[in-house]
């Protein structure tokens, strides 16, 4: 079953909650994930949706990063954590966290944004020695180790 031969929902459906103009005034960090928010989990989510329907997998989104647990390497809940992260809906765990049992969803797909204004891949892929642009790279790197997970991405 091929997705591409699905009908797909009316552009106009996915651009209706983008109505207002202040959501695509990027100044910062946090005003760009405003964006993403609204538009790239929302089209993202839309799409995972329809693709995991028409091919009856299990279901994954995108999701903030808060909302899929990372563990450290000692088993206790990671205090860092990515933008984004993909969780599947129906797989809980329960886990302990602060002295009491918690059911959450693992990030098995950890996801980070930074500014293009701060960082470019073509920065990395001309000079992947400097420190100070390997330091996205080795951030998403450190999430994928502690997600136990091969894949990840990173927005800008």
């Known amino acids: 079953?091929?997705?591409?031969?699905?009908?797909?929902?009316?552009?106009?459906?996915?651009?209706?909650?983008?109505?207002?103009?202040?959501?695509?005034?990027?100044?910062?960090?946090?005003?760009?994930e405003s964006l993403l928010i609204r538009w790239n989990q929302h089209v993202v989510s839309v799409a995972l949706s329809i693709a995991q329907h028409n091919r009856g997998e299990n279901k994954i989104g995108m999701a903030r990063g808060g909302q899929g647990y990372i563990m450290e390497l000692d088993g206790s809940k990671s205090k860092s954590k990515p933008d984004w992260a993909g969780i599947q809906e129906e797989k809980l765990c329960t886990v302990p966290i602060?002295?009491?049992?918690?059911?959450?969803?693992?990030?098995?797909?950890p996801g980070e944004t930074k500014l293009s204004t701060k960082w470019k891949s073509r920065d990395f892929m001309d000079n992947p020695?400097?420190?100070?642009?390997?330091?996205?790279?080795?951030?998403?790197?450190t999430y994928c180790v502690l997600a136990k997970t091969r894949y990840r991405y990173l927005l800008t």
């Open 98 to 109: 602060g002295g009491k049992m918690r059911m959450v969803r693992f990030n098995i797909l």
């Open 1 to 32: 079953d091929d997705v591409s031969t699905h009908d797909l929902p009316d552009s106009s459906q996915l651009l209706s909650h983008l109505t207002s103009f202040h959501y695509t005034d990027i100044h910062d960090e946090d005003s760009l």
């Open 129 to 141: 020695q400097d420190s100070d642009v390997r330091l996205p790279v080795r951030q998403i790197l």
